[in-house]
């Protein structure tokens, strides 16, 4: 298609552009320069750092379990997810075990939040292309997630949940019935959520067959998560490369068919996250079955931390895989970490995808990649 | 794949570019590559049909100033043949370089900025190697050890005055003095 567009474009006048760092449709502080013939984009360049925090230079300056909520602050829209990446690479770098119901209660907490999350990037999605109702509705359930997750540790978003070693509280007396309850009632507003914009036709026609990218492409720009799912790629760390008690349950990875036009466009990456959903409720649910019959023990405080070595651990957030490198040199603080991130790479795909697509579908490609600004910069 | 015979076929075919493969005392096992010959080393790892290393998953710059070396440290996946390994370059400090891979791999591109950034590796033949994080006229790589944070930046002052340091001037005050503030 833009090879198409692209041959009648070209008329030989090219504008510059400027697009952000404020802008409403960005997702946070991410400037564009885009090179344009009137509608039709040449090449947007994407400029980060704007919101870099230097939380890798931070991890050296205080402890391992000092530095936890900063992890928070590596993603917002999904920090239960860094939590558990930075727990796990620790863990990994110490030898260190977890009590299983602290692993039950880090699997519950991340797919809640991960639902939390993809309802921002479903409802921001819309609401970038033009449709503000959705974006209302799910953001209504959201409350009611972080509601949930503020009533286990404390917090709306920066949760510092997850410790070295297990998670910082059990669950409060009866919250497990109203997680319960609330999947109940989730279920049917996702499907209330299909007939109201997934499957509606100026929504589809808006996002179908639009910077579709195909599988090879995605893997070679290192896009991962729903994104690489939506290309057809058939990976989820959470069942290929397994960790926490993810083995002991069911779930169905989404993949991208392209049923409603080429594999792997903007309608493909979003209607994987809302299929990931109905994985995440279905997966709460078996680890509030399973999550009776474990010990009381949540969590097992390591007594003296001072690894050595390296290790690299890697969740499924959100936004992708997310994978910690840490090096320890037998002191109490980290020698070096690094976040490797989904949305960092996924934005390096922008400059390529852009060619032949109009300004106004960047931004619907920008939401369909679920960027997150803070996640990109660190 | 394990990560032996990965390394075993990669030493069969490469002889000694490839050194040093570590299994013990580390997480995730590991080899040494020569950076001079690493570009042979990453197309051997991407298209031998063996390995098809498809994913390059991470790439972390470590700075070890008494050793006076920088790691680069390599992280890799297979989606097809589901196995991993972790490849490390041992570069001088003063001049680390080492070949760029972005012509294997695109998800190497920003990855590379960000560490020629942060920590000052070169990467010989990448296509656009600027900073990423960082101004552009920022002096020195944040990440390395012996980084010091210039006073002020473009005349902006980097630091700014501490607030506990007011503490000791109200310890100190006099009754009086403290009967006023409260009283405000």
């Known amino acids: ?378 | 794949m394990d990560a032996q015979s990965i390394f075993n076929h990669l030493a069969a075919k490469l002889g000694d570019s490839v050194y040093d493969f570590t299994t013990t005392a580390t997480k995730d096992p590991y080899f040494k590559v020569k950076p001079e010959r690493w570009l042979d080393v990453a197309r051997v790892l991407r298209d031998d049909p063996e390995l098809r290393f498809d994913f390059c998953n991470n790439i972390t710059a470590v700075d070890w100033p008494k050793l006076s070396r920088i790691d680069v440290v390599y992280h890799f996946w297979s989606y097809g043949k589901a196995h991993a390994i972790v490849v490390k370059a041992e570069l001088p400090r003063d001049k680390p370089q080492i070949p760029s891979v972005v012509s294997l791999w695109n998800a190497a591109d920003w990855n590379e900025r960000e560490q020629y950034d942060l920590m000052g590796v070169e990467f010989l033949g990448h296509p656009d190697l600027r900073r990423i994080m960082m101004p552009d006229d920022w002096p020195g790589h944040p990440l390395r050890k012996d980084y010091k944070e210039a006073e002020s930046y473009r005349g902006m002052p980097t630091t700014r005055p501490n607030t506990m340091d007011l503490l000791p001037m109200f310890d100190k005050a006099t009754p009086e003095q403290r009967k006023e503030n409260n009283d405000e």
């Open chain 1, 1 to 378: 298609m833009s090879e198409i567009v692209l041959a009648y474009a070209d008329s030989g006048e090219e504008m510059t552009l400027n697009m952000g760092p404020q802008h409403p449709s960005t997702h946070g502080v991410i400037r564009f320069i885009i090179k344009t013939d009137g509608e039709i984009m040449h090449e947007a360049i994407p400029d980060v750092g704007y919101l870099h925090r230097a939380i890798e230079g931070i991890s050296e300056k205080c402890t391992y379990e000092g530095f936890m909520p900063y992890t928070d602050r590596v993603d917002y829209v999904c920090a239960m997810t860094a939590n558990h990446t930075w727990a796990m690479a620790v863990e990994k770098l110490a030898d260190l075990p977890v009590p299983e119901r602290g692993e039950y209660l880090r699997v519950i907490t991340d797919e809640l939040n991960r639902i939390s999350s993809h309802a921002v990037a479903l409802g921001a999605m819309e609401m970038d292309i033009g449709a503000t109702t959705p974006f209302m509705y799910i953001l209504r359930e959201r409350e009611y997630v972080n509601d949930l997750l503020e009533e286990i540790c404390g917090a709306r978003l920066t949760y510092n949940y997850h410790r070295i070693g297990g998670v910082g509280w059990g669950m409060p007396k009866g919250w497990r019935e109203k997680v319960l309850r609330w999947c109940d009632h989730f279920e049917p507003v996702i499907a209330e959520f299909d007939r109201l914009i997934t499957m509606n036709e100026l929504f589809v026609k808006r996002l179908a067959n639009m910077a579709a990218v195909p599988a090879a492409e995605a893997i070679d720009y290192g896009l991962v998560g729903p994104n690489l799912r939506a290309s057809g790629v058939d990976f989820d760390v959470r069942r290929d490369v397994p960790y926490s008690i993810y083995p002991k349950l069911k779930f169905q990875t989404a993949l991208g068919t392209g049923q409603m036009g080429k594999v792997g466009d903007c309608w493909d990456r979003y209607w994987v996250r809302v299929e990931e959903w109905r994985q995440s409720l279905s997966l709460v649910r078996q680890c509030m079955e399973q999550i009776e019959s474990t010990p009381p023990d949540f969590w097992k405080p390591p007594k003296k931390l001072k690894p050595k070595g390296d290790a690299m651990a890697r969740v499924e957030a959100a936004r992708g895989e997310m994978s910690c490198y840490v090096v320890g040199d037998g002191t109490a603080n980290a020698y070096r970490a690094r976040f490797r991130t989904g949305s960092f790479n996924a934005m390096q795909l922008i400059r390529h995808k852009s060619r032949g697509l109009m300004v106004a579908d960047l931004v619907a490609l920008i939401a369909s990649l679920d960027v997150v600004a803070p996640e990109i910069d660190r």
